[in-house]
């Protein structure tokens, strides 16, 4: 399994993750908040591509993830995995649009599995103020990566990450720089509050905690461009890991590609 970071932040999102080989290998878009061309060119940058794909999944309706999720699957003509509450008024998202695309759009529940190709993929839901909000775990038969970013309380996490081998995690900000930073006060405490982005802290907590010894790879993502530096998020979260586990921030466009194997099974 790897996982192409292609892009991460409040400019726009998407990563694709990709499992099998030969015949059998399934591409899965996860999110799309930059534009498709973007996104075309930037997966070509590590041979991939955003149009030969298997599915397309949406974590949730903020614009940074789900602006372009349908075109991009009704381009591809293959199912966009989805909560039903998340296709609302906003143009974009609407049923209309859906039906007039004719997305293939399958139901996705809290922690209910389903599989494209040999990848079986299981939905968290996350405290996040986007209604229903959801994280990725994706299992093969060798690998278990976790994507999880916008929550604002990271509880919910604690009991899926310990037999992860990559994770893709929030550090969203650094929380005297949102204090003292540029935001409103409404929206510093919308950001630092219970349904809204981890800070460096909760992240690193929440890893000395939860994370298990096959934890290989480590994506820091999300990052906010006011708030937060890659020095200040690895400074807070480093020294809570075992020195083996490769750390990486996700730029804000990528790609950043990564592999999600198990160390022990590639022996
Ligand atoms: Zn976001
Ligand atoms: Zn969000």
Not at 19 to 36: S, T, Y
Not at 95 to 105: P, Q, S, T
Not at 143 to 167: K, M
Not at 222 to 241: D, G, Y
Request: proline share 6%; hydrophobic share 35%.
């Amino acid at each position: 399994m790897h996982v192409h970071v292609l892009a991460s932040g409040s400019s726009g999102n998407c990563t694709l993750v990709t499992a099998g080989q030969g015949n059998q290998k399934v591409r899965v878009v996860l999110d799309c908040g930059i534009p498709q061309r973007t996104g075309r060119l930037l997966a070509e940058r590590c041979g991939e591509s955003l149009t030969q794909i298997d599915a397309v999944l949406m974590t949730h309706h903020h614009a940074d993830h789900s602006k372009n999720v349908v075109p991009v699957a009704a381009r591809a003509r293959v199912p966009l995995y989805a909560h039903d509450e998340s296709f609302g008024s906003k143009s974009y998202l609407s049923k209309k649009e859906r039906e007039r695309r004719k997305i293939d759009h399958r139901s996705i529940q809290d922690q209910v599995p389903f599989s494209v190709g040999p990848l079986s993929i299981t939905p968290i839901q996350l405290p996040h103020d986007a209604g229903f909000t959801f994280g990725f775990l994706f299992e093969t038969e060798n690998a278990r990566a976790g994507y999880f970013t916008d929550l604002g309380t990271a509880d919910v996490l604690r009991p899926h990450l310990h037999s992860l081998n990559l994770l893709v995690l929030e550090a969203n900000h650094d929380f005297t720089m949102l204090r003292d930073g540029p935001y409103p006060r409404i929206l510093q405490d919308r950001v630092s509050g219970p349904e809204g982005h981890l800070s460096n802290q909760q992240t690193a907590d929440l890893l000395q905690e939860a994370a298990g010894p096959s934890l290989h790879t480590l994506v820091l993502a999300h990052l906010s461009k006011e708030n937060n530096t890659p020095e200040k998020a690895l400074q807070t979260i480093r020294p809570v890991l075992n020195q083996n586990v490769c750390v990486h921030i996700a730029p804000p466009l990528g790609p950043l590609s990564l592999e999600a194997t198990a160390y022990l099974n590639k022996l």
